[in-house]
T-cell receptor
Framework: AQKITQTQPGMFVQEKEAVTLDCTYD???????LFWYKQPSSGEMIFLIY??????QNATEGRYSLNFQKARKSANLVISASQLGDSAMYFC???????????????FGKGTMLLVSP | GAVVSQHPSWVICKSGTSVKIECRSL??????MFWYRQFPKQSLMLMAT?????????EQGVEKDKFLINHASLTLSTLTVTSAHPEDSSFYIC??????????????FGPGTRLTVT
């Protein structure tokens, strides 16, 4: 089974509207972390937001928020007030194991291409 | 912030030659660096994990004799693609884990290196 599933290959949104990018995950480890990265056409991976499995509140970073539903194993990214510069590929990723684990790696989903139109 | 650089940013080489890609953490020490490979419009696939002063741990299916990884210091890891073939053409991205720091920013990514083998 895939550890990270992003079911939306592409999403369109109009400028200034909000958009939700879906991410579900699969792990039996009680301690894990979920990440969202943005990859523009230049290729660099830009960290957006992080949610730890034991965090009580949903993470927020400016216009980005993470809708964490632990029982459903979903970690959707919500971008509010979309901007043209938000057009990029978005990847959801998971780290299994505690934060201070020296050997934990990231597993990435297949990504969602977001296009923001004027 | 934590900055990771890669050199070169792009390289074209002939089939059969070897190519070395450098990954440096510029303003922090990284005990662990990761090498990823990304084909066009696909996700990042972890190739190997390298720890300073020890042998790299390769993911299943990655040829260790073809992709040589050397983590010579706490700020430098190199990936050498030996006897490159056109199928090795890809986007190679490294990331570095900070020794101490904000655990939620576990991995800092380099800007990537685009390799084209002719």
């Amino acid at each position: 089974a895939q550890k990270i599933t992003q079911t939306q290959p592409g999403m369109f949104v109009q400028e200034k509207e909000a958009v939700t990018l879906d991410c579900t995950y699969d792990t039996s480890d009680p301690s894990y972390g979920l990440f969202w990265y943005k990859q523009p056409s230049s290729g660099e991976m830009i960290f957006l937001i992080y949610q730890g499995s034991y965090d009580q509140q949903n993470a927020t970073e400016g216009r980005y928020s993470l809708n964490f539903q632990k029982a459903r194993k979903s970690a959707n990214l919500v971008i509010s007030a979309s901007q043209l510069g938000d057009s990029a590929m978005y990847f959801c990723a998971m780290r299994e194991g505690p934060e201070n684990s020296g050997y934990s790696t990231l597993t990435f989903g297949k990504g969602t291409m977001l296009l923001v139109s004027p | 912030g934590a900055v990771v650089s890669q050199h070169p940013s792009w390289v074209i080489c002939k089939s059969g030659t070897s190519v070395k890609i450098e990954c440096r953490s510029l303003d922090f020490q990284a005990t662990t660096m990761f090498w990823y490979r990304q084909f066009p419009k696909q996700s990042l696939m972890l190739m190997a994990t390298s720890n300073e002063g020890s042998k790299a741990t390769y993911e299943q299916g990655v040829e260790k004799d073809k992709f040589l990884i050397n983590h010579a210091s706490l700020t430098l890891s190199t990936l050498t693609v030996t006897s490159a073939h056109p199928e090795d053409s890809s986007f190679y991205i490294c990331s570095a884990r900070i020794v101490r720091g904000t655990l939620s920013y576990e991995q800092y990514f380099g800007p990537g290196t685009r390799l084209t083998v002719t």
